[in-house]
């Protein structure tokens, strides 16, 4: 039962929280939603233990739907992957948890909000505990809802309502190619069981059924796989569906760390590990997911040098990260994907939590612009925030490093040499817009000196997760990591994540030495040009800008793609909307639903006038109409 009570004390939370929150929790609502989490952390810790003295465990509870031959049960599966990503979802989540008592003390929501914090991690825990896609599709729906609920929880904003409704509707998107996947799949395979669709015999059957589709040769596995990616390419916020995450950052601050760092958006690279029997089989799939990766993470790296609202700047990081760990899993590199995945959620969880405490110190103001100087105010802010800004930038022996390098190097062994170009110029770009966000917010004069005097430290609340996660932003790397590309992470997810079928691309060592201190000399390339610009001759940033003013504006706008869908999209679709409401629904749907009524009200308007109340017409009506009914009858 012990893998059972991972869920049920999140399900125990939402309950509690949300029957009797409003009238009779209300401000202790955090105490069953932190010691749920703190108790699924428990749990996660020690099934971690057992699968690393070699449990597994496919368990089923009971038969959830039985049609015909196919059986799909409520199971569980605890395997490597499963136990590695448990750990990021209640470790990171449980401090996310923690640093919300104190960011969330004065919401007027506040047992509403917690109530949507246990959602969220049971609909995560359900999707990775999952034995079977029926139960990764429910998760995975679970928590586009949750997320829905948490970007819009100050709905009475209309922009985050807004933002809400995009994230909600632009995963709708990729999810119903994910639902076509998921179709296709039980079709193929009769059935949605991990352990029964990753065959490798009946996945080379599915293979070999070859489809021309507009003159193009298919096969069967390649459509099941794009289908299924689809739904990666909207939960990950890929190109082109990466345009919900930025405007997610309306929600509470909590909200961007727990969505940005431990659970949605890890769900497609999880996704796609798990699948990895039916994707390293999938050639053109693969291809594909490299070129989308690679593009995802140049995308949002350009844009993060432009912006200046700072939660902004860590949410087109965020995609620009994400890009690199589908890249990975593109180039059947899972377990350097997931290795990135793990460390990623400890550096990028910090730095949100850093943003709220940031943001708590300046009245919620989040433009660089207006900061400048609060190292002096915030010293654990500070340092935590180096620490993040250290790791994400990929300089060893932080935690980022490990799995960047080892993503950038696999990817050139696998032959992709231009997506690891691009991925080199983008840990470039990283490191500069870090550390430009590190050096503007925290170095140098005070930009508003009434918003820097009333700075201050976050509570102890807020700051001890911060140091929990500065301290395994630093050591986890290093810790799982080494020796490089074959360390502790490496074996451990070994039996799960390398399929018989994948080749594994290795590098000779003064190959491997050259690519990994390239990775790390451009990385301090990007620190080096920050300090000068934004340190030492502050004059430049200004003066670039001008003059690469088209450039400039073209990432400041974020590549006009919010317009551009605007336009070619969503305002067409609204036209078309007015015209069929006007023309099909009004003029026919309408028209016949209430000619039916008028035709009623028009007969009764010329029957009320044989009710004219008076008994001795009603007498004659009867005898005339007698009268008639008799000569009808004699005379037929």
């Known amino acids: 039962m012990l893998e059972l009570w991972v869920l049920l004390f999140p399900l125990i939370a939402v309950i509690i929280n949300g029957l009797f929150g409003k009238k009779y929790i209300k401000k202790k609502a955090h105490i069953f939603s932190v010691g749920a989490i703190l108790l699924s952390l428990l749990c996660s810790l020690i099934i971690y233990v057992k699968v690393h003295n070699g449990y597994y465990a496919n368990i089923i509870y009971y038969k959830w739907v039985i049609a015909e031959d196919i059986v799909i049960p409520f199971g569980i599966l605890i395997d490597s ?42 609909s995560m825990l359900i999707l990775v505990l999952g034995n079977n896609f029926l139960m990764l599709f429910v998760g995975w729906e679970l928590v586009g809802l949750s997320s829905y609920l948490l970007i819009g929880f100050w709905f009475h904003k209309e922009s985050a309502s807004f933002a809400a409704k995009k994230a909600f509707i632009t995963n709708r998107i990729g999810d119903f190619g994910f639902y076509i996947g998921v179709l296709l799949v039980i079709v193929t395979f009769k059935s949605l069981n991990y352990s029964d669709v ?114 902004r700047i860590l949410a087109y990081s965020t995609v620009s990260q994400l890009g690199y760990m589908i890249m990975a899993t593109g180039a059947g590199a899972y377990i350097a994907g997931v290795f990135h995945l793990f460390t990623h959620a400890f550096f990028k969880g910090l730095l949100f939590l850093c943003s709220g405490a940031v943001m708590h110190a300046m009245q919620d103001h989040l433009d660089i612009r207006e900061m400048g ?50 991925g080199l110029v983008v840990a470039f770009m990283t490191a500069f ?94 620190v080096a040009l920050a300090y000068i610009y934004y340190m030492y001759r502050k004059d430049l940033p200004e003066k670039t800008a001008k003059a690469f003013s088209p450039i400039y504006k073209l990432f400041y706008n974020k590549w006009y793609f919010d ?74």
């Open 373 to 422: 100087g609060l190292r002096k105010k915030m010293p654990i802010t500070f340092w935590t925030y180096v620490i993040a800004c250290i790791a994400i930038a990929g300089i060893p022996p932080f935690a980022g490093f490990f799995s960047k390098d080892e993503i950038l190097a696999q990817t050139f062994a696998s032959g992709h040499r231009f997506a690891w170009f691009v």
């Open 198 to 311: 990753f065959n490798n015999e009946l996945i080379l059957q599915a293979k070999s059924m070859v489809f021309y589709i507009f003159g193009l040769r298919v096969n069967l596995l390649e459509i099941m796989t794009l289908a299924l990616f689809c739904g990666a390419m909207g939960k990950s916020a890929q190109f082109p569906l990466h345009v919900w995450l930025p405007d997610a950052m309306e929600g509470p601050t909590p909200v961007s760390a727990l969505i940005h760092a431990a659970t949605m958006v890890t769900a497609g690279v999880y996704m796609v590990a798990r699948c990895n029997p039916l994707f390293s089989e999938a050639v053109f799939t693969s291809n594909f997911i490299v070129f989308i990766g690679a593009a995802t993470a140049l995308l949002g790296a350009t844009i993060g040098l432009t912006q200046f609202d700072l939660k």
């Open 563 to 636: 317009e551009i869908y605007g336009n070619l999209i969503i305002q067409p679709l609204v036209y078309m909307s007015k015209g069929i409401w006007h023309y099909f629904d009004i003029g026919i749907i309408d028209f016949t639903v209430n000619a039916f009524g008028k035709s009623a009200v028009f007969c009764g308007n010329i029957l009320k006038y044989l009710q004219t109340g008076k008994i001795q017409t009603y007498i004659f009506t009867m005898v005339v109409g007698s009268l008639i009914l008799i000569i009808i009858f004699y005379t037929l």
């Open 433 to 526: 817009y870090m550390f430009r966000s590190l050096f503007v917010v925290f170095f140098g004069e005070p930009r508003d000196k009434h918003l820097y005097d009333h700075a201050h430290e976050a509570p102890k609340t807020m700051t001890i997760p911060l140091i929990v996660l500065a301290f395994m932003s630093i050591i986890v790397g290093a810790l799982v990591g080494l020796p490089l590309e074959n360390g502790y992470i490496h074996h451990f997810l070994n039996n799960v994540l390398v399929p018989e079928n994948l080749s594994i691309h290795h590098l000779s060592m003064g190959l491997s030495t050259t690519l990994m201190m390239s990775s790390v000399v451009v990385a301090l390339m990007g």
């Open 81 to 122: 992957l499963s136990s590695v990503m448990l750990i990021v979802v209640t470790f990171v989540g449980s401090m996310i948890h923690i640093y919300s008592i104190g960011y969330m003390s004065h919401d007027e929501g506040y047992h509403r909000f917690f109530t949507y914090l246990s959602i969220f991690t049971l």
